[in-house]
């Protein structure tokens, strides 16, 4: 069974639209981070949510942690083709890491 | 400050055979991580050491798979003997350790072909 759920699995859309990308769980974490990850490389940190409800901003892209520390979503706005890649999310709990399978987003020109 | 490094970068070997991965953390990190990411998933954790000593190694295949962190440095991840589903890329990361927030730092990842 896998521990979080990240939906949609892949993501096709033109430049200059806005998307979401869902991550969910049953469980609660202690924290939630967001993953972006390019072919040949491994992942890269983007953010780390650590308060339920808590927003983060990186330019382009917000982040928001679910107020149960359950679940997360990553909202990018007027998308570019800069932003293709595989984007994770993994929650922290135990002092563990363990990540979702990944959203597979690729921006058209 | 330089990052993760890992080699080979990739590896093709046949079934049945043996091969080794290697891992040198960013200096200072107490937290190494070994996870096996197979095409098209997120990465599974293999095992996690705390310096030298194993936190997490509940999804390591312990009949094939082995791994050791020496002198909570440099770490090592075998497979012996080596089957199909095994192909995959091989990610090491540490990270500080040293509390609740832990950002992980990947390498580039090793690339093995079983054929």
């Known amino acids: 069974t896998q521990l979080l759920e990240q939906s949609p699995q892949f993501l096709s859309i033109q430049e200059g639209e806005n998307l979401t990308v869902y991550c969910n769980s049953s469980?609660?974490?202690?924290?939630l981070q967001w993953y972006r990850q390019e072919p040949g490389e491994g992942p890269v940190l983007l953010v780390t949510?650590?308060?339920?409800?808590e927003v983060k901003k990186l330019k382009r892209l917000t982040f928001q942690f679910g107020d149960a520390r359950k679940d997360s979503s990553l909202h990018i706005t007027a998308a570019q083709p800069g932003d293709t890649g595989l984007y994770l999310c993994?929650?922290?709990?135990?002092?563990?890491?363990?990540f979702g399978k990944g959203t597979r987003l690729h921006i058209l020109p | 400050e330089a990052g993760v490094a890992q080699s080979p970068r990739y590896k093709i070997i046949e079934k049945r055979q043996s091969v080794a991965f290697w891992c040198n953390p960013i200096?200072?990190?107490?937290?190494l991580y070994w996870y096996q990411q197979i095409l098209g998933q997120g990465p599974k954790l293999l095992i996690q050491?705390?310096?030298?000593?194993?936190?997490?190694d509940s999804q390591l295949p312990k009949d094939r798979f082995s791994a050791e962190r020496l002198k909570g440095v440099d770490s090592t991840l075998k497979i012996q003997p080596a089957k199909l589903e095994d192909s995959a890329v091989y990610l090491c990361?540490?990270?500080?350790?040293?509390?609740?927030?832990?950002?992980?730092?990947f390498g580039q990842g090793t690339r093995l072909t079983v054929v």
């Open positions: 469980s609660v974490f202690s924290s």
């Open positions: 993994a929650g922290v709990r135990d002092d563990k890491i363990i």
């Open positions: 990361a540490s990270s500080l350790g040293s509390g609740k927030i832990e950002a992980a730092f």
């Open positions: 949510v650590v308060t339920g409800g």
């Open positions: 200096s200072g990190h107490a937290t």
């Open positions: 050491f705390q310096n030298n000593g194993v936190v997490d």
